[in-house]
């Protein structure tokens, strides 16, 4: 399946490093990840893309960790639900997870937003992937002390894997975690 | 950005495993590319600037507090 794929300046894409970068997934620097006009932006060495969350192939799926919550799969960056929380020091479920049915190679955005109760305390939010159920692979964290609010972007491109969800903790549990998933965004590559 | 190794940590849960890189607090944001044994991550550069910046800050009060006790032992 092609990678989806839109540089933004005419000189911007070069096929020898796209082929690169799928070959090796983890073997390039991306300087920025995050929004513009309604698409998902990011910066590979100095190249800029734009992708757009309705393309996503995780567009439209089922939010298995919440049903109700349609929110981080209805190709929209701007909505979101009401905030989750916890004062777990565990890591524990948040408000969004997709399974893709088919183990495989997928990039995966994701635009959460993040605060704390207390600006002593660290809260953490993550994304977690697995290819069935059991083991679940954490494979990027953000955490903050923010108490008015911050947004994540998070880029990720995984080898192997059918699911992704969001989990959230916080440091210490005297003191509130808050997210809400804004997009997840998964494209098969 | 810069990448180091990590332990990893095998986490149980309600019949899950969560598996997770033990990553220094002061690390606020990082990317995993590879768990084998060990995890190896990537910390952002952005992170890395604010990690910069808070180390920096923890030199100035270190700096301070040599400073008051300098300036005590050669006033006493």
Do not use: H
């Amino acid at each position: 399946m092609p990678v989806r794929l839109m540089p933004s300046a005419i000189n911007a894409i070069n096929r020898e490093q796209v082929q690169l970068w799928v070959a090796k997934p983890v073997d390039f620097n991306f300087s920025a990840v995050g929004e513009s006009e309604g698409n998902w932006r990011y910066v590979i060495e100095n190249d800029v893309y734009r992708l757009d969350p309705t393309k996503a192939d995780s567009y439209g799926k089922t939010n298995f960790i919440d049903p109700s919550r349609t929110y981080p799969f209805d190709g929209n960056l701007e909505t979101a639900g009401s905030e989750v929380e916890t004062n777990s020091t565990s890591w524990v479920d948040a408000d969004a997870g997709v399974d893709m049915s088919v183990v495989g190679r997928y990039m995966v955005l994701a635009k959460i937003g993040f605060r704390t109760s207390s600006g002593g305390s660290s809260g953490y939010v993550g994304l977690f992937v697995t290819t069935n159920f059991v083991e679940w692979v954490n494979v990027w964290i953000g955490s903050g002390t923010s108490l008015s609010g911050q947004i994540f972007y998070a880029m990720v491109k995984p080898r192997n894997i059918r699911a992704v969800k969001v989990m959230f903790r916080q440091y210490n549990s005297s003191y509130t975690t808050y997210c809400r998933t804004y997009e997840l965004s998964l494209y098969k590559v | 950005m810069a990448r180091m190794k990590v332990p990893v940590q095998r986490i149980p849960r309600d019949g899950e495993v969560l598996i997770v890189p033990q990553v220094d607090e002061s690390i606020t944001e990082f990317y995993v590319l590879n768990v084998e044994g060990e995890a190896e991550i990537e910390v952002p550069e952005s992170a890395q600037i604010e990690m910069l910046r808070n180390e920096l800050e923890n030199l100035k009060r270190r700096v301070v507090e040599i400073e008051r006790a300098v300036m005590q032992r050669a006033t006493a």
